[in-house]
Structure formats: C-alpha cells, structure tokens
C-alpha cells in the first residue's frame, strides 16, 4: 500500500523564500524521479515539499571567464546535448547521456543526482512493510539491518555525475544562512552521505577552466 505524505506544496521565485521554507523542515523538489517515490512510501514525510523549478538562477549552463558554470537544475538530458559540455567537459555529457532512461534524464536534474537518497533494499521499502523489521540508523534506529556489525549506515550512493564533476574538480556554490560560498564536490557529497543535518541549497557547480584547458586533464 502507498502512504501519501501531508505536506504543502511551494515554488518559490526567489532562493531565499526556497531556504527559508527548507530551514523551517521542508523536502526540495527538483525533477521528482528521487523524491516521489520516496514520498509515496512515506520514506520521507515532510511538512512541505519546495519545488526549485521556478529559479531560473538555477538552470544556467555557460562559460564564464573561470570556467563552466552549471545549474543545479540543469536538467540530464540538456546537459548530455549541450554543444559546451560536449566540447569542452565529454565526460560530463557521458555521464549524463548514461543515467537511466530517457524519460528520468527529461526530468532529473544534476543537483538532484548528487543528492539522491542512497539506496537500501531494507530502507527503501514502504511504511508498512518496515514495521516488520527492526528499526535501522536512517529511521531512527542504532543499528544497520543491511549490515549487523556495522556501526555507520551502509546504504549504497548510486551518482552517476559524482564520478565525472570530482574528475574535472568541480566546485559546488551552496547557499545557506550565511549567504553564498564554494565548496568543493567533494565535501559536498561527503556531507550528503555522511548524513549531515545542514541544511542547504545547491545554486550550480563550476568546472575551473585550468581543469579542462590542460591537457593533462585528459578526457579527449
């Protein structure tokens, strides 16, 4: 049985009202093909659920003087065409062009394969079937069904752009509280697995230009 959660809906306009709504316990929306059917089985129950798609700071895809900037809601399938990531950054294309279907890359978006859920036979189940087995860490519980000795969560992060962002040195600019600031790729996925409770939103990553101007970078 689907258990569907009572949430609110909003689409901001500005990234400020969207962190205010994500800071007070809200879920962010993006393509969906992650949160929805995370929201059918009440894997998550959020008291609103943000949709970014009326940002339209979050959807750029151009090279600027210190390199390629990339929205977060770029979605899959633009980034896999783009004549710019083609040229300059393939490998980005690549693993764009490879996620999924067609159907999920016309959707998903690169902020959102970054920040996917990780992945649990046991967790990803419904609410009902989990009241069958013990509690495990990502439902409140202190231990790891998937793994009985483990003192940490082993669920499994499937991104298919984490590889190919962290091979051309991808900066992520975050916006919190505090206002803008870069981070590298990797702090930002190490954050997002390791669970961290801060709350943030992904503004766009940024390929530096030495990154794929050097041909030691290879990827040609």
Known sequence: MLILSDYTYHCPSAIADAL??????????AGGSDVMPQLKTAVVSPKALIDLNSLTELKVLEEREDGIHIGSMVTLAHLAKSALILSKVRAISEAARNVASPQI????????NILQARRCIYYNQTKE?????????????????????????????????????LAYGAEAVVVTEQGE??????????????DSKERYIIKEFIIPRAEYTDVKAGFY
């Open 20 to 29: 205010v709504l994500l800071q007070e316990g809200g879920t962010l929306i």
């Open 105 to 112: 890359r016309n959707r998903g978006t690169v902020g959102g």
């Open 129 to 165: 079937w989990r009241q069958g087995i013990p509690a495990c860490f990502k439902t409140g519980g202190e231990r790891c069904i998937q793994i009985a000795n483990s003192s940490v969560c082993r669920a499994i992060y499937y991104s298919d752009m984490a590889p190919a962002l």
């Open 181 to 194: 600031e870069k981070r590298s790729c990797q702090s930002v996925i190490d954050a997002h697995t390791g």
